[in-house]
């Protein structure tokens, strides 16, 4: 038998896992006319504990709850692996790191709106400068490439009100800027 990566006589791992369970089930089987309940319960336990219990939310947006508990863990975790101490905390770990990459997203995306406003008001001076370098020129060849470097600034400035979307990382923005300086003294 060939496996996925061209190696003939080799299974993947799972595969040889599901293989070996589906035979002992098979060989079970005829042996037995009723099945044991405590079994199957074990095995309905042993997988509630190994599969995924978190789902992230459709939308991708942050509930107060969850930066809540984020800060909880973070305070919690002094200089120990953030991780450990979610565990510890019976804080599902995946949910922890979907929530730190979450904020982390959002804090970013408020560093990029702080430089985009930044970058709008530094493209509204320059153009306020040449407007009125323009009113006071008197050459028309100087005023022409005045003309056109007004309009080539404008038509940028106005892309950069254009690209602020409200993509989930824009809208988790909003909800932590309040406690942008609580988020970042807790660390990443």
């Known amino acids: ?27 079970a089987v005829p042996a037995c006319r009723r099945f044991d309940t405590r079994e199957l319960d074990a095995v309905r336990a042993l997988r509630g504990r190994a599969g995924p219990r ?19 863990v973070r305070r919690a975790a002094g200089r120990r692996p953030p991780s450990d101490v979610a565990t510890e905390m019976g804080v599902d770990p995946a949910e922890f790191a979907w929530v730190r990459a979450r904020i982390a997203e959002a804090l970013v995306a408020l560093d990029a709106k702080q430089v985009g406003d930044a970058a709008f008001d530094a493209y509204g001076t320059a153009l306020a400068r040449l407007r009125e ?23 940028e400035r106005a892309t950069l009100r254009r690209s602020e979307a409200a993509a989930p990382a824009s809208r988790n923005a909003v909800r932590i800027a309040p406690r942008r300086g609580e988020l970042e003294k807790a660390g990443p």
């Open 133 to 155: 370098t323009r009113r006071s020129t008197r050459d028309p060849r100087a005023s022409s490439r005045l003309d056109a470097e007004i309009a080539t600034l404008e038509r």
């Open 54 to 72: 978190f789902q992230p939310p459709a939308d991708g947006l942050l509930t107060d709850a969850q930066i809540d508990l984020f800060l909880r």
């Open 1 to 27: 038998m060939e496996s996925r990566r061209g190696r003939p006589g080799t299974l993947w791992p799972m595969r040889r896992i599901l293989a070996a369970l589906a035979l002992a089930v098979l060989a």
